[in-house]
């Protein structure tokens, strides 16, 4: 059973979050040759204050 876990911001519209899990549960199926029923995917928001890149928060970048 494939885990396929997507870090990323945070998504305010449920029905993004429906298409992506849809779009990458195909995506799998494909490489895998396994069931739709087999992927579990998980959405892990992040907001800008707890991510840095290059040593710098992204909340400060947008500053």
């Known amino acids: 059973m494939p885990n396929i876990t997507i870090d990323g911001p ?29 992927m579990v995917v998980i959405i892990k928001e992040n907001s800008p204050e707890n991510v840095g890149v290059g040593g710098v928060l992204l909340a400060d970048r947008a500053k």
């Open 10 to 38: 945070r998504l305010e519209d449920v029905g993004k979050k429906r298409e992506l899990v849809s779009a990458v549960t195909d995506a799998a199926v494909k490489a895998f040759g396994l069931p739709r029923q087999a």
